[in-house]
């Protein structure tokens, strides 16, 4: 079945520094892919997202692309800051299942120190 | 503004006792779902709705039951089946049967057995 597999956490960093969060995928068909972040005590808000292959999203200094051929949708961010301090989930939303119901990697904690 | 409204967002249940989780939306969407989160685990479908008075099971359906009378409410009922329900739980809506759109999410309620 479908599946997301992301980089284990907890993932430290100082601010400013470069992130990256690995996120691969298994899928039939071609999903659309989604960054989720979750700011601690509450639900999640989408981050970005890309529909087809190559596509890039980006949004607030992130950004992924849809990389078909290594089933891959890596978050990046050139400069973190204290605020960017959360959980983030990698989605894929399944193709075969009318309805666009999302499954999720299983969460990469981010801390960023001043 | 428009959203998704859980309540409460905190609960106690007593063991042997049902609870019921409110989750109202204002977005016009016809797809609703009910997410359990636990730690390093991400997110896990419950139950999901695409339209009133229909409703699936999801991956982890066993111990609870939702109702879908009205277009605006889902309700999830914890059932005392459900052996281990200490978790925290995150309604989610989406148009239906648009594979690119993303999904909104309430900001949880916190379960906690006692």
């Known amino acids: 079945g479908n599946s997301v597999t992301q980089m284990e956490g907890p993932v430290t960093l100082s601010e400013e520094a470069f992130l990256t969060i690995n996120c691969t995928y298994t899928?039939?068909?071609?999903?659309?892919l989604f960054w989720y972040v979750q700011y601690p005590g509450e639900g999640l808000q989408l981050l970005l997202k890309?529909?087809?292959?190559?596509d890039k999203g980006s949004n607030k200094g992130f950004e992924a692309t849809y990389r078909k051929e290594t089933t891959s949708f890596h978050l990046e961010k050139g400069s973190v800051q204290v605020s960017d301090s959360a959980v983030y989930f990698c989605a894929l939303s399944d193709r075969d299942n009318q309805g666009g119901k999302l499954i999720f990697g299983q969460g990469t904690e981010l801390s960023v120190k001043p | 503004d428009g959203g998704i409204t859980q309540s409460p967002k905190y609960l106690f249940r007593k063991e042997g006792q049902n609870v019921t989780l409110s989750c109202e939306q204002n977005l016009n969407h016809d797809a609703m779902y009910w997410y359990r989160q636990d730690p390093g685990q991400g997110l896990r479908l419950i139950y999901y709705?695409?339209?009133?008075?229909?409703?699936q099971k999801g991956d982890i359906a066993e111990g609870y039951s939702v109702s879908r009378e009205k277009k605006e409410s889902f309700p999830l009922t914890v059932t005392s089946a459900q052996k281990n329900p200490t978790a925290f739980y995150l309604c989610?809506?989406?148009?239906?049967?648009?594979?690119?759109?993303?999904?909104?999410f309430g900001q949880g309620t916190r379960l906690t057995v006692v």
């Open positions: 899928a039939t068909g071609y999903p659309s």
């Open positions: 709705s695409q339209i009133v008075n229909d409703f």
């Open positions: 890309a529909t087809k292959a190559d």
């Open positions: 989610a809506s989406s148009i239906a049967y648009s594979l690119n759109t993303e999904a909104f």
